[in-house]
T-cell receptor
Framework: GAGVSQSPRYKVAKRGQDVALRCDPISGHVSLFWYQQALGQGPEFLTYFQNEAQLDKSGLPSDRFFAERPEGSVSTLKIQRTQQEDSAVYLC?????????????FGSGTRLTIV | GIQVEQSPPDLILQEGANSTLRCNFSDSVNNLQWFHQNPWGQLINLFYIPSGTKQNGRLSATTVATERYSLLYISSSQTTDSGVYFCANSRDRGSTLGRLYFGRGTQLTVWP
C-alpha cells in the first residue's frame, strides 16, 4: 500500500485479556519496527525485524509481549494478560533498506487502553 | 542507551514567527532524524540529517555531528505547524537502520 497501515486504530481491553495489534508495512520495505509511546513521552523502541528475522527484541518490556513477522511482510504484536501499564499508543514503522533511503515511515498507531 | 535532550519542551508562537528547536545527544550522531507528530498522532519524517544542512520549504535542519547537536528551524510558522517535534538518533552506521532513541519532544502551538 501507499503507507504503513495499523489496525485496529483503537482498542479497549479488560485487564488480563490478550490483545493482538497488526501492522502492514509499505510493500517492499525490509525493515519493520514497533515502538510504544506513553502519553507525553517520545516513542520507545520495542522490537525490530529485517524481513522475517527478529534482530532485536531488547525493548520488549516483559515476556508478555511477543512480536512476529512470519512471511517478512505483515507483523503482529501480541500482548498477553494485559495490565494497566500497557496502555499506550503502539506505533509501527517500516524502512527501505538501501544505500540511499534511510527514513522511517510510521503508521498512525493503535491506541490501546486497558481498563 | 543514547540520551536525547530536546529544548524547549514547550513553545507558543504567533502565526508568522520564526523558531529554533534544539536536540543534544550523548552519543555520536549516526542516523539523526526529525519528526513531526500532528494532533492526530501521525509521526511524519521531516529530515534525515546525520550532518550538514537541509531545507524543505519553510523548514530547515542543521546537524553539527562533532558537537553532537541538531537544530530545526521553522520560519513563518503556520497553525498547521502545531504538534510535537521529535528528534531521534541511533547507534547504527551505514545503510542499516536499527533502534532509534527519541527525545521527549518539543510541543509547538501556533496561534492565528
Amino acid at each position: 500500500g501507499a503507507g504503513v497501515s495499523q489496525s485496529p486504530r483503537y482498542k479497549v481491553a479488560k485487564r488480563g485479556q490478550d490483545v493482538a495489534l497488526r501492522c502492514d508495512p509499505i510493500s517492499g520495505h525490509v525493515s519493520l519496527f514497533w515502538y510504544q509511546q506513553a502519553l507525553g513521552q517520545g516513542p520507545e523502541f520495542l522490537t525490530y525485524f529485517q524481513n522475517e528475522a527478529q534482530l532485536d527484541k531488547s525493548g520488549l518490556p516483559s515476556d508478555r509481549f511477543f512480536a512476529e513477522r512470519p512471511e517478512g511482510s505483515v507483523s503482529t504484536l501480541k500482548i498477553q494478560r494485559t495490565q494497566q501499564e500497557d496502555s499506550a499508543v503502539y506505533l509501527c514503522a517500516s524502512s527501505l533498506l538501501t544505500g540511499v533511503n534511510y527514513g522511517y515511515t510510521f503508521g498512525s498507531g493503535t491506541r490501546l487502553t486497558i481498563v | 542507551g543514547i540520551q536525547v535532550e530536546q529544548s524547549p519542551p514547550d513553545l507558543i508562537l504567533q502565526e508568522g514567527a520564526n523558531s529554533t528547536l534544539r536536540c543534544n545527544f550523548s552519543d555520536s550522531v549516526n542516523n539523526l532524524q526529525w519528526f513531526h507528530q500532528n494532533p492526530w498522532g501521525q509521526l511524519i519524517n521531516l529530515f534525515y540529517i546525520p550532518s550538514g544542512t537541509k531545507q524543505n520549504g519553510r523548514l530547515s535542519a542543521t546537524t553539527v555531528a562533532t558537537e553532537r547537536y541538531s537544530l530545526l528551524y521553522i520560519s513563518s510558522s503556520q497553525t498547521t505547524d502545531s504538534g510535537v517535534y521529535f528528534c531521534a538518533n541511533s547507534r547504527d552506521r551505514g545503510s542499516t537502520l536499527g533502534r532509534l532513541y527519541f527525545g521527549r519532544g518539543t510541543q509547538l502551538t501556533v496561534w492565528p
